[in-house]
């Protein structure tokens, strides 16, 4: 059987290097490119690649995918920054390309997917709920994608079940003490030394509290995600949003 052409754009970086590796240990994969900041694209095409896997920066993420749609090369997406404008311009490229696959996952690790669904699961059960991410100080970018994702899908539960705002007392704070507001969700951004990508999501109810947490404690834990996305990609036109949708999570 032929193997899956794929191609690393961020090759040189942190999860880029590691997805480097990963692809080439892959039985039923081939590397045929591995891009940095300043190659040129060009190279996706003459190498032949059916995928390509994006992690780069949010700066660099759209050109890229754009360069991908116009050719038919399908994406799995890492990298963060999406926005529902980002989001709207990438299903234009995908009317204009069809048969071409994106998947975008906020996080490619299986107790990162697991913990939003937890939290999506568990939070219209409790009166307040706030999430708390913690990541290594070379982050770009706060709060995380996968931050973001948890706190929508959370306010998305709660909306769905009609749960009341969260109870809040605060009439005066110094800017940024309560986090972030996503969606109604605080959002708490930590960088510290020593950490690589964790995440807390903290429910309180009447005497009671839940905590859901998930620490990546190497990009080794987002490399299954990865190669489970490239081999489906190719099969599920359009976008994905969410490596969720290629698991089997009941
Ligand atoms: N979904 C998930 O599970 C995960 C997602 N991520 C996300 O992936 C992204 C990358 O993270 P990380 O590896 O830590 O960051 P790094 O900064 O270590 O890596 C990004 C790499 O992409 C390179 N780059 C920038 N623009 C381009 C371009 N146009 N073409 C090719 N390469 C380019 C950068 O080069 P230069 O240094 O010269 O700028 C750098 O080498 C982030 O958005 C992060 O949040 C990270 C881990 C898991
Ligand atoms: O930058 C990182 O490291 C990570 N980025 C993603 C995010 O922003 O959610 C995924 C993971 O948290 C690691």
Not at 51 to 79: F, K, Q, Y
Not at 121 to 146: I, N, Q
Request: aromatic content about 4%.
């Amino acid at each position: 059987m032929s193997k899956l052409r794929v191609a690393v754009l961020g090759a040189k970086g942190r999860i880029g290097s590691e997805a480097v590796r990963a692809v080439e240990a892959a039985d039923d994969m081939e590397l045929v490119a591995a891009l940095g900041r300043g190659d040129s694209l060009d190279a996706l095409i003459e190498s032949g690649a059916q995928v390509a896997v994006e992690l780069t920066t949010p700066d660099s993420v759209m050109d890229n995918l754009d360069h991908c749609l116009r050719h038919g090369i399908h994406a799995v997406v890492g990298t963060t920054g999406w926005t529902d404008e980002r989001l709207a311009h990438l299903r234009g490229g995908l009317d204009a390309s069809p048969g071409t696959g994106v998947l975008i996952a906020p996080n490619f690790s299986i107790g990162a997917v697991l913990t939003m669904k937890f939290a999506q699961l568990a939070a219209p059960y409790f009166e307040s709920v706030e999430v708390v991410e913690l990541h290594h100080p070379r982050k770009v970018d706060a709060p995380s994608g996968t931050a973001t994702r948890t706190a929508q899908l959370i306010a998305a539960a709660r909306a769905e079940a009609g749960c009341a705002p969260q109870p809040d007392a605060t009439t005066t704070a110094l800017e940024g003490a309560r986090g972030a507001d996503v969606d109604g969700v605080p959002v708490h951004s930590v960088r510290l030394r020593g950490l690589l990508a964790h995440q807390e999501v903290l429910l309180g109810g009447e005497g009671e509290t839940l905590t859901v947490r998930h620490d990546s404690l190497h990009h080794s834990s987002f490399m299954p995600g990865i190669l489970l996305g490239c081999r489906r990609v190719v099969t599920v036109p359009g976008l994905t949003f969410g490596l969720e949708h290629f698991l089997d999570l009941g």
